[in-house]
T-cell receptor, first 114, second 113 residues
């Protein structure tokens, strides 16, 4: 089992650009959550996708959007990048048929905005 | 005021010492209380969880939750250099995997050989 995988590992963008981050959930999971972790801070919840729809959203602007595909993989899109968007973006998967519903985290994508 | 408060440290202790990590919270709706461990350049991994109040022990690790005080703790006995990491407390409502996790800032822990 490969666990949760994310791509790319690192990304450098400039202010105003747009970025797309990708996540493949752990085998058997159908729910994907995205978190932003700024340097020295804990992860902050962005949103969660289930059955290809956004089920819950945190306190992030509309510049942050997402998508979930029929195979349960997910994308996080950020438009009009700001310097403050520099962070580690974490994807977590959960759900499926297992009784214990832990959120498993991927290694993250480190985004640097210059 | 943040929903979850955690001392960011850093905390350095000698090998073999007992480590105490703590978080306070303000949201009474939290029902699951978790401790994640995050190594440098890695994603968080679940170390322990507790549902509602009480204690839970797993090897060298003990998690405690006091809902009346809105205070949770993680104790590490016989600390090892491999325990050096950032420890994040996290909390959620009743639908653990299906709702957002609210994290503390994280405490950076170093165990000195």
């Amino acid at each position: 089992d490969a666990g949760v995988t994310q791509s790319p590992t690192h990304l450098i963008k400039t202010r105003g650009q747009q970025v797309t981050l990708r996540c493949s959930p752990k085998s058997g999971h159908d729910t994907v959550s995205w978190y932003q972790q700024a340097l020295g801070q804990g992860p902050q919840f962005i949103f969660q996708y289930y059955e290809e729809e956004e089920r819950q959203r945190g306190n992030f602007p509309d510049r942050f959007s997402g998508h979930q595909f029929p195979n349960y993989s997910s994308e996080l899109n950020v438009n009009a990048l700001l310097l403050g968007d520099s962070a580690l973006y974490l994807c977590a998967s959960s759900g499926g048929l297992a009784g214990w519903n832990e959120q498993f985290f991927g290694p993250g994508t480190r985004l640097t905005v210059l | 005021q943040k929903e979850v408060e955690q001392d960011p440290g850093p905390l350095s202790v000698p090998e073999g010492a007992i480590v105490s990590l703590n978080c306070t919270y303000s949201n009474s709706a939290f029902q699951y209380f978790m401790w994640y461990r995050q190594y440098s350049r890695k994603g968080p991994e679940l170390l322990m969880y507790t549902y509602s109040s009480g204690n839970k022990e797993d090897g060298r690790f003990t998690a405690q939750v006091d809902k009346s005080s809105k205070y949770i703790s993680l104790f590490i006995r016989d600390s090892q250099p491999s325990d050096s990491a950032t420890y994040l407390c996290a909390m959620s409502g009743p639908n653990f995997g299906n709702e957002k996790l609210t994290f503390g800032t994280g405490t950076r822990l170093t165990i000195i050989p």
